[in-house]
């Protein structure tokens, strides 16, 4: 099983930022696709980045410009550096992974425990 482990998030004024993290650990075998997701306040979980194995980034159109995510390989960890950060930014943050056990098995999907960040004027 793999465990994934976020750190970074917390309470920041308009136009700040804030780089959350989230690193894998566990018999993982290699990881495919690594993504963020945010869920605000009363809202549905919505896809925020993802990056690909090599390197692949996409993003969603409210976060353009404004949010980069990379990823280290070596160390199974993902970051997300936020700037330019406003109220509509203000959700639970969930980093999630696809993942392989063994070179013979498919990926599956795990999800981080998520992290908060509350953006205020």
Do not use: H
């Not at 482990?5 to 690193?23: A, M």
């Not at 980069?68 to 160390?75: C, G, L, Q, S, V």
């Amino acid at each position: 099983q793999v465990q994934l482990v976020e750190s970074g998030g917390g309470s920041v004024q308009t136009e700040g930022s804030l780089t959350l993290s989230c690193t894998a650990t566990g018999n993982v075998f290699n990881i495919a696709t690594m993504s963020w997701y945010r869920q605000p306040p009363g809202k549905e979980r919505e896809l925020v980045a993802s990056i690909s194995s090599v390197g692949t980034t996409d993003y969603a159109d409210s976060v353009k410009g404004r949010f980069t995510i990379t990823r280290d390989n070596a160390k199974n960890t993902m970051y997300l550096q936020m700037n330019s950060l406003n109220a509509d930014d203000t959700a639970v943050y969930y980093c999630r992974v696809n993942w392989r056990k063994d070179m013979y098995s498919g990926t599956v999907p795990a999800w981080g425990q998520g992290t908060q960040v509350t953006v205020s004027s």
